[in-house]
């Protein structure tokens, strides 16, 4: 409850929580959190609950609790969901990401049973889902289960026994250098700790185009499918209508690659004018090399 005088308080708590759900920035949802949580006097990484409603699902798979510290390499929809994982099995968590935005655009394809999974932890999953806004999702329900998020802070080593299991990280002086870790888990993509093996699947030989344009919230652009379909191995009578129409493969003519591309591929609707600015200042719009797991 709340003392005499303090009829706002409750009002105040709602605002910054809506503000914290509504955050679209991974900047500002690590900042609303925790306003909400100092507004409140709570301590934002309460640690693990030993009578948390979750933890009935151990016994189920034969596992003891995680009472240990994990630290999760890498703030991408992986590295954020194992984040979740270890913090509903008990274990104290962090996460280290070196950047602190999110800015990959790109629409992922959830298979039925990310959905399912998805749905498990509250938020809405629809068919699809851009990966920021997969990372965000996954954020907001890491910090709300008491994992610590540090951004802005890159990994660069493991600290081999007896020297307490430790990692070393940059800036040095951060606090996470000081931490003991029981489980570390590499969830940073290519960036492979030392001393740690990849395996690596890679698919045929493939080049993509990525580009993020401005939404001008148009009637047209409404229209647009967020999926269309446009990738060759889901659309390949697209493309092969496109290599008779030009004479040319796609693929050669990509150096030379305009507007007019994207206005085909989605159904010339409207040519778009304009990239957002990605973290680095330049134009949204990328060419992904061969794809690779």
Do not use: Y
Not at 21 to 33: G, H, K, M, N, P
Not at 58 to 87: F, K, M, N, W, Y
Not at 185 to 198: I, T
Request: some cysteine; proline content about 8%.
């Amino acid at each position: 409850g709340f003392a005499m005088g303090d009829e706002s308080r409750p009002e105040k708590a709602q605002e910054l929580f809506d503000e914290f759900v509504s955050a679209s920035t991974c900047r500002a949802a690590l900042l609303s959190f925790r306003q909400l949580c100092e507004h409140l006097d709570l301590d934002p990484d309460p640690g693990p609950d030993a009578d948390s409603a979750d933890a009935r699902a151990v016994p189920d798979l034969g596992l003891p609790p995680a009472t240990g510290q994990c630290a999760v390499i890498g703030a991408g929809p992986c590295g954020l969901r194992a984040a979740v994982e270890l913090s509903f099995l008990g274990a104290r968590v962090v996460v280290l990401e070196k950047r602190d935005a999110f800015s990959r655009n790109n629409v992922l394809h959830l298979w039925p049973f990310a959905i399912h999974d998805l749905r498990g932890l509250g938020p809405f999953a629809p068919p699809s889902a851009g990966i920021r806004q997969l990372q965000l999702v996954l954020l907001k329900v890491a910090l709300l289960l008491g994992v610590q998020v540090h951004v802005n802070v890159e990994f660069k080593r493991v600290l081999e026994p007896p020297l307490d299991q430790r990692l070393r990280s940059e800036p040095p002086s951060h606090l996470v250098n000081r931490l003991q870790f029981d489980v570390i888990v590499g969830a940073d993509g290519q960036s492979v700790p030392a001393g740690f093996r990849r395996k690596e699947f890679r698919g045929k030989l493939a080049i993509a185009i990525t580009a993020n344009f401005k939404n001008r919230n148009t009637r047209a652009e409404a229209k647009v499918e967020e999926i269309s379909g446009v990738a060759s191995i889901f659309n390949q009578q697209f493309f092969q209508d496109l290599r008779r129409q030009t004479g040319k493969s796609f693929c050669r003519r990509l150096s030379r690659w305009r507007r007019a591309e994207p206005s085909q591929a989605t159904a010339r609707f409207e040519a778009p004018k304009r990239f957002p600015f990605g973290e680095k200042g330049r134009p949204d719009a990328v060419l992904p090399s061969a794809p690779s797991e």
